[in-house]
C-alpha cells in the first residue's frame, strides 16, 4: 500500500497519448449511450411479446446494459494500453459455461420471441404438431418464453418446446380461415339419369347444412361409374375447429337426404 501511494500519476500516465485518453473517453462515452439504447432495446422487445415473462424484463434489459457498457471500458481500456487479456479470459470462460448450461433455455427463449413476433402460431388456433407418440391436433392455450401450450380435442395438454415448433413442420389448421373437408358417397344411378344431375343433388344437400359455408361453394366430383353406380366425393368449407361436427352433419344430411327418395346410398367422411 505504501508503495502504490508513492507513484506519481504523471509516471502512470506517461506512455498515453492525448489522443489515445480521447479516443477512449469517446469510446467510453459510446458505450454508455450503445447501453442506454440497449436497454430500451430489450423492453422494448418483451413488451412487444405478450408471452414473455414481465418480471424478467427489466433485469434483463439491466445486464444487457451492463454488458455493453463493461465492453466499451474494456475497449477504452485496450486503447490505453492495459493489459486486458486476463479479464478476456475470464469474460470467455464465464460464456462458454453459461452458453452450455443454458443452451436449451436460451434456444427456447430466443424461439419464443421469433414466435411471437412473427406469428406463425397464435393464441386460439388449431395446429397439429409431430410428437413422440405420433401427430397431435390441438388449440394454442398458451404462449410462454419455453414453450406452446396446447389442449388436445380429448382433453390432453401437450407442451411444445418453442425450438421444436419453429424448427419442425407445424400444420396450421386456423390461419387460413376456413378448411376444406371431404365426403365420400357411392349412389346408384338410375338408367338415363344424367351424372351431373346426381352430383347436383349431393352439392344441394351438403349446402343445406349448417356450418358449411356458402363460398366458396360446394362441388362435387366423380371418382368412378361403374355398373349403375356412381363413387365420387363432395368437397365443402367450414370453420377450421367445426370440421368434426360439420363433416357428421354433412354425412347424416346426405343419407337422410337419399333415403327418403328410397336411394340406398353409402356415404363416409374423410378426415385429412
Known amino acids: 500500500m505504501r508503495h502504490l501511494a508513492n507513484v506519481d500519476l504523471a509516471t502512470l500516465l506517461a506512455g498515453i497519448q492525448w489522443w489515445q485518453l480521447i479516443v477512449a473517453i469517446t469510446v467510453m462515452v459510446v458505450g454508455w449511450i450503445l447501453g442506454r439504447l440497449t436497454r430500451r432495446a430489450v ?10 415473462p414481465r ?8 445486464i444487457a446494459e451492463y454488458l455493453v457498457v463493461a465492453l466499451g471500458i474494456g475497449i477504452a481500456l485496450a486503447i490505453l494500453g492495459a493489459n486486458i487479456q486476463p479479464l478476456l479470459a475470464v469474460v470467455i ?9 443454458l443452451r436449451g433455455t436460451a434456444d427456447n427463449f430466443t424461439a419464443g420471441v421469433l414466435i411471437q413476433s412473427e406469428n406463425p402460431v397464435r393464441i386460439g388456433d388449431e395446429i397439429q404438431v409431430d410428437t413422440p407418440g405420433g401427430a397431435v391436433v390441438g388449440t394454442v392455450t398458451e404462449l410462454t418464453a ?5 389442449l388436445a380435442a380429448d382433453g ?13 413442420s407445424v400444420v396450421n389448421h386456423t390461419l387460413h380461415g376456413l378448411r376444406r373437408s371431404e365426403i365420400q ?5 338410375v338408367d338415363g339419369e344424367a351424372i351431373d344431375d346426381l352430383l347436383s343433388r349431393v352439392a344441394e344437400a351438403a349446402a343445406a347444412v349448417p356450418g358449411v359455408q356458402a363460398a366458396p361453394a360446394p362441388q362435387t366430383l366423380a371418382n368412378t361409374v361403374l355398373q349403375g353406380k356412381v363413387t365420387g ?20 344430411a346426405l343419407a337422410t337426404a337419399f333415403a327418403d327418395r328410397g336411394v340406398e346410398a353409402t356415404v363416409m367422411s374423410v378426415q385429412k
Open 43 to 52: 423492453l422494448a422487445l418483451f413488451a412487444r411479446a405478450p408471452g414473455l
Open 55 to 62: 418480471a424478467a424484463a427489466y433485469p434483463t434489459a439491466r
Open 93 to 101: 470462460i464465464v460464456a462458454v459455461v453459461a452458453v452450455l448450461v
Open 146 to 150: 419455453r414453450a406452446v401450450m396446447l
Open 156 to 168: 390432453r395438454t401437450v407442451v411444445v418446446p418453442n425450438a421444436k415448433l419453429l424448427g419442425d
Open 185 to 189: 358417397f357411392r349412389l346408384p344411378r
Open 233 to 252: 366425393v363432395v368437397q365443402f368449407w367450414h370453420e377450421p375447429t367445426r370440421g368434426v361436427v360439420v363433416r357428421s352433419d354433412v354425412v347424416r
